[in-house]
């Protein structure tokens, strides 16, 4: 029986480690229910995991509108962070939050190893 | 002159709001469907959004459904925004859905004190709950409350132009 959970965690654990400034990490299903989260409460991952998947699917449906391709993820800038969420497949969204200053080149290097990896470790463990 | 309105049309998950759009909307709608991981008793649920279009006469409707399920209550605001009046729609075979639909209707009043009606959906199935009982459970008159077959054309169509006409009616006396 493999532990999802554990194995996304270490996955969070790695973005985190190589790239600087991040201030949680939340996996949600497509329908928006958290998976694994890194933030602060409950209720936070909660409301995050039913925003991000909003998001996501409104993003989604401008792809073939606008006939840009497939959707592959989102970033919203605020005054003091940003938000990326990134389609996993079309199992989950991988939302993460981070500093304004941000090392972008670093985060974009990063996180396609780290989809690919979280949609292997869910695909086994259906 | 043609003029453009918003109508939200909202309620508990399964009441039949993406139907109900679906169904009549002169145009693609803008659907965000997702395979629900859950077990709501049906295979999609909506997690942003509905939006479709409609005239009546020369006026253009534009319709913004929301999702039903609980988790999603900030989209209720965000959609809510600039509406004319709301829908709010109420699965008759499913009595477990009632205090939603009740809190929805406080949540949407409180903040947006707009014309509505209540549309009773699914009362070709047996068994379904009386609209009078409905209406009695949610506090509102029984003239709000109003059979409606999310998943009939014809049915919905009816449904809206009624609540255009009473909107309009409201309109005028004020
Ligand atoms: N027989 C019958 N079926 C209905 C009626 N209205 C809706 N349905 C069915 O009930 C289901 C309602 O699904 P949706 O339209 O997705 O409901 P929704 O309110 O958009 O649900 P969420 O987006 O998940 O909150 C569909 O399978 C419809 O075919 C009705 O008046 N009669
Ligand atoms: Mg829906």
């Known amino acids: 029986m493999v532990n999802i959970e554990e194995m996304v965690r270490e996955v969070f654990d790695e973005i985190e480690k190589e790239v600087p400034g991040i201030k949680g990490i939340v996996l949600a299903s497509p329908d928006g229910l958290p998976i694994v989260s890194d933030v602060e409460s409950v209720e936070q991952k909660n409301r995050i995991s039913a925003m991000v998947s909003a998001l996501a699917a409104l993003a989604k449906r401008m792809g073939p509108e606008l006939r840009t391709g497939e959707f592959e993820g989102i970033s919203v800038d605020f005054t003091d962070g940003r938000i990326f969420c990134y389609a996993v497949k079309d199992v989950a969204i991988l939302a993460i939050a981070t500093h304004k200053d941000i090392n972008l080149g670093m985060l974009n290097l990063v996180v396609p190893g780290a989809i690919n990896r979280i949609s292997g470790i869910i695909s086994t463990g259906r | ?174």
Do not use: C
Request: aromatic share 10%.
């Open chain 2, 1 to 174: 002159m043609s003029r453009i309105y918003k109508v939200l049309v909202t309620g508990p998950v399964g009441a039949g709001k993406t139907s109900f759009i679906k169904n009549i909307s002169e145009i693609p709608v803008v659907d965000t469907d997702v395979r629900s991981t859950i077990d709501i008793g049906k295979e999609t649920t909506t997690v942003a959004m509905d939006y479709g279009l409609i005239h009546i006469g020369d006026d253009e409707i534009h319709l913004f459904g929301t999702p039903g399920q609980d988790r999603f209550s900030f989209m209720w605001d965000i959609l809510s925004e600039g509406a004319i009046g709301f829908i709010l729609l109420v699965d008759s075979t499913n009595p477990s859905t009632f205090p939603l639909a009740r809190k929805i209707l406080d949540h949407v009043l409180s903040r947006f004190p707009i014309p509505y009606i209540v549309g009773i959906t699914k009362n070709d199935i047996q068994p379904a709950w009386d609209p009078d009982f409905i209406a009695e459970y949610l506090e509102v008159e029984p003239s709000r409350v109003r059979p409606v077959l999310a998943i009939d054309r014809k049915s919905v169509l009816d449904f809206i132009v009624y609540f255009f006409e009473l909107y309009l009616k409201a309109k005028e006396r004020r």
